[in-house]
């Protein structure tokens, strides 16, 4: 199991629900990417259209999570 996967079943940081939509937006690029990339010995170039199309949405999401999860680290350690 991902830590994406941990971080979105268990919901062990405390924020908003904002913040899980975002983890888990990204969980379902990253199982989408995976689930093409798996098909790529069998169809190179639907795959690879398939990528160029989506490729750019799926790093907005990685980034927007990698921000907040930044954030709910400073928080965390302010606690401490």
Request: glycine share 2%; aromatic share 10%.
């Amino acid at each position: 199991m991902s830590a994406i996967q941990l971080l979105t079943t268990n919901r062990y940081v405390n924020e908003d629900e904002a913040f899980y939509e975002v983890a888990e937006g990204c969980l379902m690029w990253i199982d989408s990417m995976n689930g093409q990339l798996s098909e790529w010995s069998l169809d190179t170039d639907s795959v690879q259209k398939w990528l160029i199309k989506h490729t750019e949405q799926a790093k907005k999401y990685i980034k927007k999570l990698q921000a907040q999860v930044r954030v709910a680290q400073e928080k965390l350690s302010r606690q401490f």
